[in-house]
Nanobody
Framework: QVQLVESGGGVVQAGGSLRLSCAASGRTTVTYSMAWFRQAPGKEREFVAGSNGSSGNRVYADSVRGRFTISRNNAKSTVYLQMNSLKPEDTAVYYC?????????????????WGQGTQVTVAS
């Protein structure tokens, strides 16, 4: 099992930036993909961005492409989400997740381990 701890959330004005971090521990050698999801009040959890560490492949949701960047430091078993040009609709709890087997997917049900989440609030 992999333990995940997110950090970096907070309150920011629209147009601002935040950088989220997710540190993995435990059986990190079985991690194939690392991804970020988010869940706004009353909505389903949705995919934001994902990274396949072995090939460097990255996938983004249409709503964040061009504004968010996912990156990984495999030596530190850490994944980051740089969020720029934030909008009020980006307000949500952001979760880090890992998937043990290929391929990199956007389906929440394909991910095995989850962090507890970090709140991001974008004020208009």
């Amino acid at each position: 099992q992999v333990q995940l701890v997110e950090s970096g959330g907070g309150v920011v004005q629209a147009g601002g930036s935040l950088r989220l971090s997710c540190a993995a521990s435990g059986r990190t050698t079985v991690t194939y993909s690392m991804a970020w999801f988010r869940q706004a009040p009353g909505k389903e959890r949705e995919f934001v961005a994902g990274s396949n560490g072995s090939s460097g492949n990255r996938v983004y949701a249409d709503s964040v492409r061009g504004r968010f960047t996912i990156s990984r430091n495999n030596a530190k078993s850490t994944v980051y989400l740089q969020m720029n040009s934030l909008k009020p609709e980006d307000t949500a709890v952001y979760y880090c997740a890992t998937r043990r087997f290929p391929p990199l997917t956007t389906n929440v049900n394909d991910y095995n381990d989850w962090g507890q989440g970090t709140q991001v609030t974008v004020a208009s």
